[in-house]
């Protein structure tokens, strides 16, 4: 687990469109920040003082965003100078956000366009790593649509899930190898898992090697959050270990405790020893990403 605590939580709320910000020690809310769009992934770079989040657009038809008009977003922590640094017909529909501190990359799928993107931080130098399924045909099948991503650069490896139909029970886990140098090589795509319910976002804890994830599909093994060892060949000793959330959506861990989100409105604090659920926050219209700082 990581060995230091940090003491901030922030949180998407999808349909009040908002990042809110928490003391996650007492509770105690700190910031919200208005009119961010509909939020998926978030991250924060507190040495230079940015939230990035991903803003899954304007248009859509339940839940399925149809049209490229997705975003990513920058802006102060305090919510000030905020920015789109990518957009405009870009991709479809970003979803979990990834930055890679050192290199000042992001990284997100996009679930409609079936794709995995990196750019640089101001928005410059944008990549497409990962085009699935059939070449210029969009929206994408949905067994073709990615969500979750976490990046290992230690073991030079890139997790993402395609969670498949809705309560289908076709969600996969894959994972490539990824030189993530300026001139990034990716191969060697295998899945991991496959026939889950309905995979969503990833968290690795790199010290254990071990690869969590949250799944919004059907019961039994679905509204979970997840586990399974990662090992040189794949993915090993999938557990499931805190099951009935209501459309199990965000993860984080920090050193004592899982954050799980859900579409209901609700954070949960999971003990990461007992697996003792508690309720964290209640009061949203559907929380998404988060990300603790």
């Known amino acids: 687990m990581p060995t230091s605590e940090k003491n901030n939580l922030a949180i998407l709320d999808i349909f009040n469109q908002q990042i809110i910000t928490f003391d996650k020690n007492t509770g105690q809310i700190k910031t919200i920040i208005e009119d961010i769009g509909y939020g998926d992934g978030i991250q924060v770079d507190t040495t230079n003082g940015f939230f990035y989040w991903t803003d899954m657009g304007a248009y859509r038809e339940g839940e399925d965003f149809l049209h490229p008009d997705g975003a990513i977003y920058r802006s102060k922590l305090d919510g000030s100078d905020k920015l789109k640094i990518l957009g405009d017909g870009q991709f479809y529909t970003p979803k979990q956000l990834r930055l890679d501190h050192t290199n000042q990359k992001l990284y997100w799928c996009d679930r409609e366009g079936g794709a995995i993107f990196r750019a640089n931080t101001d928005g410059s130098e944008l990549e497409k790593l990962v ?116 459309e199990a959506i965000g993860m984080v861990l920090d050193k004592s405790h899982f954050y799980v989100s859900d579409l209901s409105g609700c954070v949960y604090r999971i003990d990461i020893n007992t697996l003792e659920k508690e309720l964290f926050y209640s009061a949203g219209q559907g929380i998404t990403g988060m990300v603790i700082y």
């Open 131 to 246: 085009d699935r399924g059939i070449p210029g045909i969009y929206p994408k099948h949905k067994l073709d649509q990615c969500v979750g991503i976490a990046l290992d650069k230690h073991h030079s490896h890139l997790y993402w899930t395609q969670k498949g139909t809705v309560k289908g029970g076709q969600g996969r886990i894959f994972r490539a190898d990824f030189n993530f140098s300026s001139n990034p090589q990716f191969h060697n795509i295998s899945t991991l898992l496959n026939h889950l319910p309905e995979p969503i976002d990833l968290e690795i804890d790199h010290q254990n090697q071990i690869l969590y994830w949250t799944d919004r599909g059907a019961e039994p093994n679905g509204n979970s959050l997840n586990a399974a060892k990662i090992t040189a060949h794949g993915l090993e000793d999938h557990q499931v270990l805190v099951r009935g959330f209501k």
